[in-house]
């Protein structure tokens, strides 16, 4: 039993994979790629005939490097990546082109010799809390995968029993180790812990130590930074690189960030419609972009020295504010979330709140919304007609302010068409008469710019960027003066998000609304934010017009923030090291 504990490297005397190794058992290292795909054509068949999804793709990994597999959405390179990894759909067929593993020809090898090659690919997903089982403690979980290659609790509870003290001992030994290679420093801690009790960072290092313990060849991340902060997206890629370099891994990094490309990866893909349509050293790709897509995506991410969306408004001292925000607290248990918060927000403003996970910004946004109550401090909301209040203890709702979350997907009922989504609120207030919601959901629609005969569709029939419509006009349904908006556009393509945030501006100016903006991207807040506060433990750092903290910050925060958002070309680079020096 303890020889279980090497890890999903354990092979039996005759495993399939002999041919092509040294004596050792490893798979022998060469100067040819790792993983290599030419004229590579896939489909699926479905009930609707078939359809192909990849059309020739070329693309190579060497040992040692880290390749971009870069586009949005429907792009294929999601696919791409599952089908190396070995868990396509059951549908899916190769209709031509060569497939090549760890020099293994993966269209004729057998389904055991499949399945062998698997135990060599780390595998890091999206969704850190997806991936983790709620139920069981970081321990048990990587336990259990470093013992039985999985981490199925109700598996391996009854299978442990079989398995000899000292082969769970030495496999608790090789977590806590492994926890320590991704510089976890309170591994004891950590092993104790259940995985909402840690940040979006450590979460996604309890994945990379995972992914590292079966000795993988090939590091498959997926989009693994996208819904982490700048600081915490930077430590994490540092980290990927140095796991890359130090194991001599070949890295598949899937993205649409292009600025975390450009850090990471040597060279990149990027893909349109299921095929490659420009592939070359990433740098050289972002600054002189040939392809019509490329150009498209590069110059649709909102950038740090870009000129703002909208003109930024000078807001009077006298001018009466909206919101009012006085000595705001809020603590869960004995963790203090939200420590003595100040601001006011005028009418017609965008108002951003800018930190990390874990610095209150977005307790301050859900006290605002009246969805929590303050521990102490107020809440005041003032639209000239009544005012609303929230103070310690108790929550304050008004229907005219309206929040629209981060992830539009997990926002928005699958079971429900879009007219239902809209028209709930509605329904809710009162409103029963089916035509009649009907038509006053039509005119919401038109407001965002979504036409009505969507109106039977449900969810999943729509892009990113069109369900994020869709929740805005469910906010609008009962006529808010005040939107806040947690993360709007962190879920979406890059391209997606420009569209989106030109929409936010046309509906703020359309409507006369007032906005508060959630989000850890800079580039956002430089696009539509008037005014910034930086808040960091609970607390605001830096507050001003936003021209000025970006630009001039004051709070060592702040310039720690900045620093770690990645330039996406050289352009943005040159216009960095050209900037003035802060001043201490």
């Not at 970081?138 to 509870?157: A, H, K, N, T, Y």
């Not at 600025?259 to 790709?285: F, H, I, K």
């Amino acid at each position: 039993m303890e020889k279980l504990v090497k890890l999903h490297g354990r092979e039996s005397e005759n495993n399939v994979l002999s041919r092509g190794r040294n004596p050792h058992g490893e798979i022998s290292a060469s100067a040819a790629p790792l993983v290599e795909l030419k004229s590579f054509c896939l489909g699926f068949q479905t009930s609707e005939g078939f359809r192909q999804v990849l059309n020739d793709i070329d693309i190579s990994v060497r040992e040692g490097e880290i390749v971009g597999l870069v586009g949005e959405s429907g792009s294929g390179k999601t696919v791409t990546a599952k089908y190396l990894l070995g868990v396509v759909a059951d549908n899916a067929r190769v209709i031509s082109g060569e497939a090549r593993l760890f020099g293994q020809d993966l269209l004729t090898i057998s389904g055991r010799e499949r399945t062998a090659l698997k135990q060599y690919i780390a595998y890091v997903p999206q969704d850190p809390m997806a991936a983790l089982n709620p139920s069981f403690t970081i321990g048990g979980q990587m336990v259990d995968f470093i013992v039985w290659g999985r981490s199925e609790q109700s598996l391996s509870r009854y299978l442990r029993l079989k398995c000899s003290r000292s082969a769970v001992a030495s496999a608790r030994e090789h977590a806590m180790h492994l926890l320590d290679i991704v510089h976890i420093r309170d591994v004891k801690r950590v092993m104790g812990s259940y995985p909402h009790q840690l940040s979006g960072g450590m979460r996604q290092r309890v994945l990379l130590a995972i992914a590292m313990s079966g000795r993988p060849r090939l590091l498959v991340a997926d989009e693994p930074t996208t819904a982490l902060d700048a600081t915490v997206q930077k430590r994490t890629v540092d980290l990927i690189q140095e796991l890359v370099e130090r194991e001599k891994l070949a890295g598949l990094y899937i993205t649409h960030d292009l600025g975390v490309a450009r850090w990471l990866c040597s060279r990149s893909y990027v893909m349109l419609n299921g095929s490659v349509v420009e592939a070359r050293p990433t740098r050289e790709l972002l600054d002189a972009p040939e392809h019509a897509y490329t150009r498209k995506l590069v110059a649709a991410i909102p950038r740090l020295h870009d000129n703002a969306l909208i003109e930024h408004k000078a807001i009077a001292p006298e001018a009466t504010p909206v919101i009012t925000v006085r000595d705001l607290v809020r603590n869960f248990g004995s963790a203090q979330a939200v420590r003595g918060v100040d601001f006011k927000v005028a009418r017609g403003e965008t108002f951003a709140l800018v930190g990390e996970s874990g610095s209150g910004k977005t307790t301050v946004a859900q006290i605002i919304a009246g969805n929590l109550a303050p521990t102490s401090g107020s809440v005041d909301i003032d639209l000239g007609t009544t005012a609303a209040s929230g103070r310690g203890g108790s929550a304050r709702r008004d229907d005219r302010v309206q929040m629209v979350f981060q992830d539009p997907g997990s926002s928005l009922n699958p079971r429900q068409t879009i007219e239902d989504i809209v028209g709930l609120p509605l329904k809710l207030r009162g409103m029963r008469d089916r035509k009649e919601r009907r038509s006053k959901v039509e005119q919401l629609l038109a407001k965002v710019s979504v036409p009505t005969h969507f109106l039977k569709r449900k969810p999943r029939s729509l892009s990113g960027g069109q369900k994020q419509r869709i929740a805005i006009a469910r906010a609008l349904a009962l006529e808010p003066e005040i939107l806040i908006l947690d993360e709007p556009t962190s879920a979406l393509d890059v391209s997606v998000q420009a569209v989106v945030l030109e929409f936010l501006k046309d509906l703020r100016e359309r409507e006369g609304l007032t906005y508060i903006v959630i989000t850890h991207n800079l580039g956002v807040v430089r696009a539509i934010a008037d005014r910034t506060a930086v808040m960091f433990n609970g607390k605001i750092v830096e507050m001003g017009p936003t021209d000025d903290v970006l630009s001039r910050p004051q709070s060592e925060w702040t310039r720690t923030l900045i620093e770690a958002v990645p330039s996406v070309d050289a352009e943005e680079e040159e216009n960095r090291k050209n900037r003035p020096a802060w001043k201490a």
